[in-house]
Structure formats: C-alpha cells, structure tokens
C-alpha cells in the first residue's frame, strides 16, 4: 500500500492550488483521510480530515478557505485550497488509515504520501 500525492507548488497570495492524493495497494477499505502540513521549523499539524462517510473536520486557520473532499471509488482525496496566504506555505502531506486485503479483522494502519511543497509568495 502506498499513497502518492502531486499538486504543489509557488502561487500569490490570494490564489488556489489544488492538492491530490491517491491511495494504491492491495486495500479492502479506507478510513479516515487527511492532509496535513509542516511548515520550516514548525511541527507538523493537522489540516483537515474526512471520514469514509464524507464528514469533515478542519484547523480554525484554514476553514472558509479550504475543502477536503474524498473518492472512496477512486481511493482519492483532494484538498482545494484558496485565499492562499503565505503562513500557509509548508509541505503538505497526505495521510489514510488502511485495512489492506487479508489483514485480520481489525487490523489497520495509518500511511503517508510522500509531500508536496506549497509555496505562497509574490
């Protein structure tokens, strides 16, 4: 199992980008998806979560301006990102909770893509 996220890169502040991210691998289900962010020199934070049921949940600095979708047929989840202000430049990552195939009953880890860097700057 693996995730691969793409999407990044330099906009003005006040623009949009559009992050992705799919999930691949021998999955039976996923749950929980999320991105969340690094910035230099600062921890890691969540940005924003959606569950296989499509209920969102998002950091108080994003919300208004950010939108977590999912594709459960596609394994995808996407982060639309507008109003972009440069303190939301960092390295954004993708995250699942995975039950692969054959995993007994319960079992299910958590998996990361690999980043991709926003920069928000004029």
């Known amino acids: 199992v693996q995730l691969q996220a793409s999407g990044g890169g330099l906009v003005q502040p006040g623009g949009s980008l559009r992050l992705s991210c799919v999930a691949s691998?021998?999955?039976?289900?996923?749950?929980?998806m999320a991105w969340y962010r690094q910035a230099p020199g600062k921890q890691r934070e969540l940005v924003a979560t959606?569950?296989?049921?499509?209920?969102?949940t998002y950091t108080d600095s994003v919300k208004g301006r950010f939108t977590i979708t999912r594709d459960n047929a596609k394994n995808t989840v996407s982060l639309q990102m507008n109003s972009l202000k440069p303190e939301d430049t960092a390295a954004y990552y993708c995250?699942?909770?995975?039950?692969?195939?054959?995993?007994?009953?319960?079992?299910?880890?958590?998996?990361w893509g690999q980043g991709t860097l926003v920069t928000v700057s004029s």
């Open positions: 995250n699942a909770n995975i039950r692969g195939r054959g995993w007994a009953p319960g079992t299910t880890l958590d998996y």
């Open positions: 691998g021998l999955i039976l289900r996923i749950n929980t």
């Open positions: 959606i569950t296989s049921g499509l209920n969102t």
